[in-house]
């Protein structure tokens, strides 16, 4: 069974550029989440999809991010226009439909703008 | 906001000894989770645990929730090159903001051969 895939797995921009980050979650999973990594910071949560709904965009920094999922299946993240402190890991995860399931991560997208 | 405070910050360890991580909450844990993330790779799914005194193992890994479900250990028995890495703990908040987790900063964890 295929795990959390993303894509791209490095990205550089320049600043002011625009970045589309994807996400495919396990198969049949109805959770979806972003969170990110800045240097020397700890991973912090970005927003969480059930299926196509937005459960929870709290942690989403501005509104220069976007992120979409249509049909509940992949999801992106968009960032426009990208600014030099958006630099870091952007790590998408799944998990089932129940609470306490595990909470599987992909392998990150990590984005560096110059 | 619940804050998660792991130690050691970084830990260096001679193959073959043992080691603990710690892991303390300033709220309850409600879920517990146990990541382990090597560079530039995605974080690795290790134990999950949500019940007061609750202990998993998985091969030469034990991970403990105490009690008052506030502080969690994770101890590596007889470490090899292979457990080295960087050991995240995450917690869930509790009711409906399942899957939110709150990260520690991380250790890391070098074992010399």
């Known amino acids: 069974e295929a795990g959390v895939t993303q894509f791209p797995s490095h990205s550089v921009i320049e600043k002011g550029q625009t970045v589309t980050l994807r996400c495919d979650p396990i198969s049949g999973h109805d959770n979806l989440y972003w969170y990110r990594r800045v240097m020397g910071k700890e991973i912090k949560f970005l927003l969480h999809f059930v299926k196509e709904s937005k459960q929870d965009e709290s942690g989403m920094p501005n509104n220069r991010f976007l992120a979409e999922r249509t049909g509940g299946t992949y999801s992106t993240l968009k960032v426009q226009p990208a600014e030099l402190e958006d630099s870091g890991v952007y790590f998408c995860?799944?998990?089932?439909?129940?609470?306490?399931?595990?909470?599987?991560f992909g392998e990150g997208s990590w984005l560096t703008v110059v | 906001s619940q804050e998660l405070e792991q130690s050691p910050q970084s830990l260096i360890v001679q193959e073959g000894k043992n080691l603990t991580i710690n892991c303390t909450s300033s709220k309850t844990l409600y879920g517990l989770y146990w990541y382990k993330q090597k560079y530039g790779e995605g974080l690795i799914f290790l134990m999950m645990?949500?019940?007061?005194?609750e202990e998993k193992s998985h091969e030469k890994i034990t991970a403990k929730l105490d009690e008052k479900k506030q502080q969690s250990s994770l101890h590596i028995t007889a470490s090899q090159p292979s457990h080295a890495g960087i050991y995240l703990c995450?917690?869930?908040?509790?009711?409906?903001?399942?899957?939110?987790?709150?990260f520690g900063q991380g250790t890391i964890l070098t074992v010399h051969p």
């Open positions: 995450g917690a869930e908040g509790g009711g409906t903001s399942y899957g939110k987790l709150t």
């Open positions: 645990l949500q019940k007061g005194g």
């Open positions: 995860a799944s998990s089932p439909g129940r609470p306490g399931n595990t909470i599987y």
